[in-house]
């Protein structure tokens, strides 16, 4: 089993930034890739970065250039991985989520909410 605890959500105006941070504890090793969602409200989760273990990335179309995914760990293991918000939006408002995938299981951490408001 996997357990991942985000931190680093909170309030900031438009054009502020935010780091969140993702723990991963239990059986970290497991993992070969993780990811942040975000939810809104009746939405649908929807990805927003994604980083594997030898840290190749990818990020959707609306955050690339505005948000930086990381990671932390031994080589080919991800024990805390980041999400470096940038030039932040009232649009990147949401429940923002940490998911990490293993081979035959998915595991999500509990969300921590980002609100971008002046």
């Known amino acids: 089993q996997v357990q991942l605890m985000e931190s680093g959500g909170g309030l900031v105006q438009p054009g502020g930034s935010l780091l969140l941070s993702c723990a991963a504890s239990g059986s970290a090793i497991s993992i070969i890739y993780m990811s942040w969602y975000r939810q809104l409200p009746g939405k649908q989760r929807d990805m927003v970065a994604t980083i594997d273990t030898v840290g190749r990335t990818n990020y959707a179309d609306s955050v690339k250039g505005r948000f930086t995914i990381s990671k932390d760990g031994e080589a080919n293991m991800i024990d805390t991985m980041y999400l470096q918000m940038n030039n932040l939006r009232s649009e990147d408002t949401a429940v923002y989520y940490c998911?990490?995938?293993?081979?035959?299981?998915?595991?999500w951490g509990q969300g921590t909410q980002v609100t971008v408001s002046s």
């Open positions: 998911q990490g995938r293993a081979v035959s299981k998915t595991y």
